[in-house]
């Protein structure tokens, strides 16, 4: 066993008992118990004689049997087996995958707001409510945008929201535009989100050096184009150099440009979207400002707006009453409605206010400083083994490829699936669509320099791996429970609850 092996074999079973006890799910037994209920403390009532009949059940519910220490092994356990953010670095690019504080669990627990009823009046809510609106200002202050809502549920929503007020402001201007313009780095909700809206997209070619450039926006941008959806840095990592030069154009023509804000975590503290042209744009906070996502978590995708777009804006939105507190206000009558039941995910709001507040301008900064250094330390240190597509200094997050490993028979996939042996998260692959093979790398700001070195170790280990013994790439993770899934069927008709076999 080699020394990388070795240390992903620890790495992956974690304390270094790997036992695995058989029957793992089939545990409860009739009558153990894990927990003891308190006494009852209303009077008993026969239920036969107050609930309607339909509300009664004969039978006990099938629930499994356990006691405590079997139920807390048993979650442990399998809460071992999951990547996280707590055991390692998890590079997943695009995704701003950054270690969340604990101070963020801590205060979205607080009982205030994680116990507030969605329906509570206003007057018993006016603690979430200055948080919203303080939050609201302070993406609005970031960004560069006038107004902010809270409403989207992800980044997808958010996005969603954005093209419907797009479309909603012209028709009421009485314009009939019916395209929007992506570019074909875009992330694959772009497209969707217009099209959803019944717009045709169109999509922009990026140039040789992997951005956009004036003449091919020029050359699309008819009077028939709404809006250019735009992500900047793209997902490439690289600045859009000649973004103010493109939105003038889209401007000058009529049309609106559109923030995808995924990859802000770039430009915190140093550019704001909204100087350099944009209209509307989405945050994600769980994603830039440190909630955690994936799994299927909830995350929070708040969208930006221009003053031109604010009558649009999903009600109700947060206000402040002169002497009367906070209140929400549905007086919007150009409003794309409601977006959302109630106000959102409201401990993601609640984690990102937390982690702007104790970072401050400074350090919201010197975290988009550090995504950057980290990310062109990795690129530096990886060149020598991974071909680069657009070798140019990156932002937050940089792109390799297989290329230079075509000889082996080793693709990105095989180099993914060797990571987790090593204990990491595999990187984005196969996106942007515009690199084939591509293997995109975000460490986030988080990492120590240790943690970068111990990471370009493993991807240089796996390099040289794939040269002299090729198979032992193409056949990882060797050191995981289940190795290669058919991630097809599994993504597709996903089973996502253990099942009890019959009898
Ligand atoms: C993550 C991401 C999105 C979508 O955001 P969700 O919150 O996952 O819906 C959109 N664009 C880019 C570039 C992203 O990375």
Redesign the pocket.
Known sequence: MSDGEARARVGNVGNGFAYEEPLLFERSRPGRVGCSLPRLDVPEVDAHATLPEGALRDDLPDLPELSEVEVVRHFTRISTWNASVDLGLYPLG???MKYNPKLNEKVARLPGFACAHPLQPVELLQGFLHLAYELERHLAEISGMDRVSLQPA??????LAGIMMIRAYFEHRGQRRSRILVPDS?????PSSAALNGYEVVAVPSGEDGILHPDAIEALMTPDVAALML?NPN?LGLFESNIARITEIVHARGGLVYG????LNALLGIARPGDLGTDVM?F?L??TFSTP?GGGGP???PIGVKNTLAPYLPVPVVCRRDGAGYDLDYDFPRSIGRLHANFGNVAMAVRAYAYLRSLGPDGLRRCAEMAVLNANYLLARLRPAYHVPYDRPVMHECVLSDQRLESTGVTTIDVAKRLIDYGYHPPTIYFPLIVHGALMIEPTESESIEGLDRFVEALLAIEREARENPDLVRSAPHHTRRSRLDETRAARRPVLRWQPEDG
Do not use: L
Not at 154 to 159: K, N, R, V
């Open positions: 695009s995704c701003t992800a980044g997808a929503q958010g996005e875009a992330h694959g909700t772009n992500t997902t995808d804000g995924a990859n989405h994600n769980h994603k996502h995350g929070a995708g």
